[in-house]
Structure formats: structure tokens, C-alpha cells
């Protein structure tokens, strides 16, 4: 997802009767659906997961716009140039949801910049995936923003508080984004035969990429088990997995285009289709940075951090002066 | 935010380069009062380096869909906030004053709606 492989404790679940009564309130609040805030006690366990899964969440928003805003310029028309322009700063804006809501577990909004410059935390891998036609955003936001959203409406859910209430916040703004990306897709599929076949070619590239969003099978994970009984996640990655698959499938058949996988059939049985594991190798590779522009995006974001300084510390000069002349005045 | 470290630019007259420098924009608290006559609600926080650009921020992260008509920026170090472990001396009073609340008393169904 927009956070992957995220870590917990590594310790496995523990039972009710393992815990000491402060972690066992704890739970079972937890347990009984009510929201841990701010100030309330909690493990170390469930702070640090939280900071690592959020400050991911939030920094795949922030990369998430590279490969967008490559787009902006050369937009079709004006009509489609302002709409992915308010999409993309949607995305800056959930980016800020995110770490704000991070940034009440204690950690500073630095550390997570310092951490995602380093390369020391990640964002989401499909981030690393160029968008080469403007059938790409199309694609992006039918098939990239479409996983988020099996992700982001559960985690409206999640016990930490700031992080639920973020997340209530971006998924009703995420709807425009996918809806915007399908119109790119059906416009472009009931085009021209050019105009298809670049709708085509997206749907070829993005189709694995995306599933790979939702992480690896976790059924055996410890670190999701926890995850889950913390309830900061909600479903397995096989479930949403799934689920994306089921609601995609019947929207490809609509604009007229192959999903490319040959495996991919209606199971009346499960009552969902079967459908080919995306390349895991591929999707390992890219986490450890090497994707097609895993180089370039953090380049960039490092050079507008780089370059953005002394903006940053005029105007931070700046509200310092006024403030010194006010006092004075007074 | 500014950067985590001292700046490069040694040559402008803006601030002392010699001394560590703050490291981050101050944080603000945003509430936002909706078009229907509710109150202000706080919505989140964000970063500015002073209330005036906090509000400009504020605009653009928080009511890009007009969820609101006016906007409060407060210093996030300026709240005081009830911590939780005060909640029981806080609250649990109200438990055993049920009487403050209508349903209470039992009205007679001849004295009609009250």
C-alpha cells in the first residue's frame, strides 16, 4: 500500500493475560472500537510502528507527485491541466494530513524529511514507476489512487485517533482523483486507435505495479498480526488485494481493454476472480531503491529541499523581525 | 520548516548564522467554522512561520473544497490542554447527576409536550 512492509514490535501478539494492566486497558479499549489519542499511554511498539507507517504513508503523498506533475505542463487541454494541478496539490495536502497527525506521537516533521532525503525511510514503490504518456495519469488515477482507496476506507477505522480522522479527510477528496483518472482512461479508450493504444500500453505497465501496492501475502506476517490486533491495520494484504481485483476487472471490460494477465477468470466459487501474483522479485528490488526512477524521484525531492532553504529561512527571518519591531512598538 | 541545519547562505543579513538555528516553523492549531452556523472546529495543524502565513496555509491545506467560511490560527505551544489522567476527577462526577438531564423526570402524558 501507500505504506509496505511496515515492521512492528516483532514479537508476536501477545494474549490479554500476558500484558501488564496498563497495556491490557490499553487493548482492550482498543478491542471495545474506541480511539487512543495523543496524550493517552501506549506501547513503545505501537508509537514506533505508527510513526514508521504514517511518515511512509505521508512521504508516498509527497513522491506521489513527481510522477504527476510531470504531466502538468503538458496536459492536453486547459481543462485537464487545471484538474491534475488541483489533484496533485490534493496530494501535497494529504501529505500534510499525514504528517501532522504523525507528528503527534513526538516525532518532528525534520526528522521524517531528514529520514525520507536519507533514503532511510521509504514511500510506496509505485512511486518508482515512470509515467511516460499521458494515458499514465489515467492509469494512475484509475489504478494507483483505485488501491489506495480499498486501503484508505478501512484505515478511517484505525485506533489513533489523528491518523483516523486524516484519513476521513483524504478519502473524501481521493474519489475525485480516481474518477478524474478513469475519465482520462475512457476518453482515451474510445479515442483514436493511437488514443487506445496508449491506454492500453498504461493499463499493460501500471496493472502489476499496482498490485504490488498492496504488499506481499501477509497471512503468516507477525509484524501485520500485531499490526491488525492494534487495529492500524485492517484487512490482509490478500483481502484488499483481492477486492481491488474484483472492482477493476469489470471497469476494464467497460473501456474496452485487456487486463494482461492471461490467468485472470471470473471464480464462481470464491465469488471473485483469479488472477496472476505480480513479479515479487521486481517489487523487492524496487523497495531497496532500485526502481526505474527510484534515483531520480529522491533526487528531486532533495534538490527542492536543497533549493527551497532559503525561503524557508527568509520568511522565517522575516516573521522574526516583525515580531521584534511589534514588540518594540509596544 | 526550515532546514535541520545552520544555512549555507553566510552572506545574507537576515539572521546570525553563527548560532544554531531553529530548526522547525512554529506549529498552529487550524479550526475552521463551517457554512452552517456550527462553530469552529479544530481540523488539523500545520507549519508557518508566523500566524499570517499560517492562515494563508491554512486556506490552501484545509478549505480547498469550501469546508468553511472562517478560519482561526492558534500557536500550538499556547494551548492548554486536560490531560488524561485527570479524566476521572474530570468527569466521573457527571455520573452520579443524572437529574441534569430531561429524560429524568417523568412528565405526565396529559400535560403534553414539555
Not at chain 1, 526502481?291 to 529541499?305: F, I, K, M
Amino acid at each position: 500500500m501507500y505504506a509496505q512492509m511496515v515492521k512492528s514490535t516483532g514479537e508476536g501478539v501477545r494474549s490479554l493475560d500476558e500484558m501488564d494492566p496498563q497495556e491490557r486497558a490499553f487493548q482492550e479499549r482498543i478491542d471495545a472500537g474506541g480511539k487512543i489519542e495523543p496524550k493517552d499511554w501506549m506501547p513503545d511498539g505501537y508509537r514506533k510502528t505508527l510513526i514508521r507507517q504514517i511518515g511512509q504513508h505521508a512521504h508516498s503523498e509527497i513522491v506521489g507527485q513527481l510522477p504527476e506533475g510531470n504531466w502538468i505542463t503538458r496536459a492536453p487541454t486547459l481543462e485537464r491541466k487545471a484538474i491534475l494541478l488541483a489533484k496533485v496539490q490534493d496530494e501535497a495536502g494529504h501529505g500534510l494530513y499525514l504528517y501532522c497527525a504523525a507528528e503527534t506521537l513526538g516525532v518532528t516533521r525534520d526528522q521524517m524529511t531528514r529520514d525520507l532525503l536519507s533514503g532511510k525511510m521509504k514511500y510506496s514503490s509505485i512511486f518508482n514507476y515512470p509515467t511516460i504518456t499521458w494515458a499514465d495519469m489515467g492509469a494512475v488515477g484509475w489504478l494507483v489512487d483505485g488501491a489506495a482507496i480499498m486501503n484508505q476506507v478501512p484505515l478511517q477505522r484505525t485506533s489513533y485517533g489523528p491518523y483516523a480522522r486524516a484519513m476521513v479527510r483524504i478519502c473524501k477528496e481521493e474519489s475525485f482523483h480516481q474518477r478524474q483518472g478513469f475519465d482520462i482512461m475512457m476518453k482515451m479508450a474510445k479515442g483514436t486507435a493511437e488514443q487506445k493504444r496508449m491506454a492500453q500500453d498504461a493499463l499493460n505497465r501500471f496493472w502489476y505495479p499496482s498490485l504490488m501496492m498492496f504488499g506481499p501475502s501477509d497471512a503468516e506476517s507477525i509484524h501485520s498480526a500485531q499490526s491488525m490486533a492494534w487495529k492500524i491495520k485492517m484487512n490482509s494484504n490478500d483481502e484488499l488485494r483481492q477486492k481491488f481485483v474484483d472492482l477493476t476487472a469489470p471497469q476494464a471490460d467497460y473501456l474496452g481493454l485487456t487486463i494482461p494477465d492471461e490467468n485472470l477468470k471470473w471464480n464462481e466459487e470464491k465469488g471473485g476472480y483469479d488472477f496472476s501474483e505480480p513479479d515479487w522479485d521486481e517489487f523487492f528490488e524496487v523497495l531497496k531503491g532500485n526502481g526505474p526512477c527510484s534515483v531520480e524521484r529522491l533526487e528531486d525531492r532533495n534538490r527542492a529541499w536543497d533549493e527551497g532553504r532559503w525561503v524557508r529561512e527568509a520568511m522565517l527571518a522575516h516573521a522574526d523581525k516583525k515580531r521584534a519591531a511589534k514588540l518594540a512598538a509596544e | 520548516m526550515s532546514s535541520p541545519e545552520s544555512s549555507a547562505y553566510k552572506a545574507t543579513e537576515a539572521a546570525p548564522h553563527d548560532v544554531v538555528r531553529r530548526t522547525e516553523w512554529p506549529l498552529y492549531e487550524i479550526f475552521i467554522r463551517g457554512q452552517h452556523g456550527l462553530s469552529h472546529r479544530h481540523v488539523g495543524s500545520l507549519h508557518a512561520p508566523d500566524a499570517e502565513r499560517a492562515m494563508q496555509n491554512a486556506r490552501d491545506v484545509y478549505t480547498r473544497r469550501k469546508e468553511g467560511v472562517s478560519i482561526w490560527v492558534v500557536e500550538a505551544s499556547k494551548i492548554t490542554a486536560s490531560s488524561p489522567d485527570d479524566k476521572g476527577h474530570m468527569y466521573d462526577p457527571a455520573d452520579d447527576k443524572v437529574y441534569r438531564h430531561p429524560t429524568f423526570f417523568d412528565i405526565p402524558e396529559e400535560v403534553g409536550t414539555m
